[in-house]
């Protein structure tokens, strides 16, 4: 049983927005997801997919996208991205109620891999769309949901983390960040995160080592559409 992780599938099954816009990687991207992802993912092995899920507007325009996500072997556990409209943020157990045995969604919540505990939250970094204010809130925000999923693991036991976001852990020039800080707190192993498109956005944060944790970016397309193994 290993761990992977991989982000941003931008599936649109229903919505069809297709992604070459973006690259010449993107053409015929969810082939290549499909591909890849039953190359390399077992029926005993767990998946997070780190937000980024469909360009579905609503539910009912999302559910294609999340019928072909729970369609691949493994178990998935998904993480909120910016693009999920689908997600009402303050009914994730409606999700996990609707989806239960098929598709895990965290969120305030935590999962368990092994002796890791999988905890997360969307994340949010500065890209100069933001007040000062509305940035403070959002971060704010975030870093609550985040410490619920951290607290819950701890009082079940858990003092192995590994930490999911969507959005990386920093802003652009930051050396550290609510998000660093927290992972530091709670002794996380691992920072997993995505939303990171195209070769000029993958430093946009930490990459490798950093303070004795290792940061990684799981774009889809900066992996190529191949899941990252995350754990053995």
């Not at 899920?53 to 993480?79: T, V, Y």
């Not at 999700?95 to 891999?113: D, H, I, K, V, W």
């Not at 997993?192 to 290792?214: P, T, W």
Request: glycine fraction near 8%.
């Amino acid at each position: 049983m290993s761990l992977y992780a991989i982000g941003d599938l931008h599936l649109s099954f229903t919505a069809n927005k297709p992604m070459d816009v973006f690259g010449r990687e993107w053409k015929d991207h969810v082939r290549k997801i499909e591909k890849n992802w039953r190359g390399r993912i077992g029926a005993e092995d767990t998946v997070v997919i780190t937000g980024d899920h469909s360009w579905g507007r609503n539910l009912e325009e999302a559910l294609a996208d999340l019928d072909f996500i729970q369609s691949l072997p493994g178990r998935k556990i998904l993480l909120r991205g910016n693009h999920d409209m689908f997600w009402d943020a303050k009914k994730t157990y409606r999700l996990n109620e609707m989806f239960q045995g098929r598709l895990s969604f965290l969120q305030n919540n935590y999962y368990a891999c092994g002796a890791y505990a999988l905890v997360g939250t969307k994340g949010y970094c500065y890209e100069g769309k933001d007040s000062p204010e509305h940035f403070e809130k959002l971060v704010k925000r975030e870093l609550e949901r985040l410490r619920i999923s951290f607290e819950l693991a701890a009082a079940d036991g858990y003092s192995q983390f590994i930490m999911f976001l969507h959005y990386p852990p920093t802003s652009i020039g930051e050396m550290e960040s609510g998000f660093t800080e927290m992972a530091k707190e709670y002794g996380a192993e691992q920072v997993v995160y995505s939303h990171c498109h195209g070769e000029a956005r993958y430093q946009d944060s930490f990459l490798g080592e950093v303070d004795g944790i290792e940061y990684k970016l799981v774009s889809s397309d900066y992996l190529r559409f191949r899941p990252e193994k995350i754990l053995r």
